[in-house]
């Protein structure tokens, strides 16, 4: 399995990005996870192969996770950024049965 991660970079608060992520390979849980600065890896979102969705609560409402399968894409829609949402952010996947698999991380950084 082969991540690669995209679409990170700076906006002001209330503002959006997108960020897209290509997995190679099938039948794949894909994940956002964030990184804070001095702070431990957190699951943002996670779409599973079979479509079914989780947010941690500090997003929902305002981030949208969605997969093109025809691309092989992952995206992470981010409305209504906060500064609290600024960190690095990893794309993370893996087949039922498999180890995980981490991409390179994509930075977000948030003003206020």
């Known amino acids: 399995v082969q991540l690669q991660a995209s679409g990170g970079g700076l906006v002001q608060a209330g503002g959006s990005l997108r960020l897209s992520c290509v997995a190679s390979?099938?039948?794949?849980?894909v994940a956002w996870y964030r990184q804070a600065p001095g702070k431990t890896r957190v699951l943002v979102a996670q779409i599973t192969s079979g479509g079914d969705i989780t947010y941690t609560d500090s997003v929902k409402g305002r981030f949208t996770i969605s997969r093109d399968n025809a691309k092989n894409t992952v995206y992470l829609q981010m409305d209504s950024l906060k500064p609290e949402d600024t960190g690095v952010y990893y794309c993370w996947a893996r087949a039922t049965g498999s180890r995980p698999y981490w991409g390179q991380g994509t930075l977000v950084t948030v003003s206020s």
């Open positions: 390979g099938s039948g794949l849980a």
